[in-house]
């Protein structure tokens, strides 16, 4: 039987721990990337000429057809966005905001969002379409 001794040094590396980090940062990264993708889907109206207003950290507050609101992908009610809004332009005094309503929702709920959207102070405020054809 051989012994080796203490003040030996290794002649080889064990690569497994640093292969289970790769693995578990690229299933991160894979579930954060299809994560930020994800939306509520709505017929969006259209419009003749449209910009693009991707700036990084904004916040799309959607408008269903029924009139159902969700931020981002999670629904939620009138009271619970003005509070989740609030608490994010808390963090970050310049946030945008994207509103995207349904062509055929009712005027006066998008009209609601956007007030709530201006007694919040939020002035970073755009209105999503698609170009027509």
């Keep these: 039987m051989q012994v080796q001794a203490?003040?030996?040094?290794?002649?080889?590396?064990?690569?497994?721990p640093m292969l289970d980090l790769a693995y578990v940062l690229l299933v991160i990264f894979i579930i954060m990337t299809t994560a930020s993708v994800q939306g509520v889907k709505v017929d969006l109206p259209k419009a003749k000429t449209s910009t693009s207003l991707a700036k990084p950290g904004t916040r799309a507050v959607t408008v269903s057809e029924r009139g159902d609101?969700?931020?981002?992908a999670y629904p939620m009610t009138m009271a619970s966005l003005e509070e989740r809004l609030g608490q994010l332009k808390a963090g970050n005094p310049v946030?945008?905001?994207?509103?995207?309503g349904d062509g055929r929702v009712q005027y006066g709920k998008v009209m609601e969002v956007l007030e709530m959207l201006k007694?919040?102070?939020?002035v970073d405020v755009g209105l999503v379409t698609v170009r027509a054809k």
């Design 69 to 72: 609101l969700f931020l981002d």
């Design 95 to 100: 946030l945008p905001v994207v509103v995207k």
């Design 119 to 122: 007694r919040l102070d939020i």
């Design 6 to 16: 203490e003040n030996q040094a290794y002649d080889e590396i064990n690569v497994t």
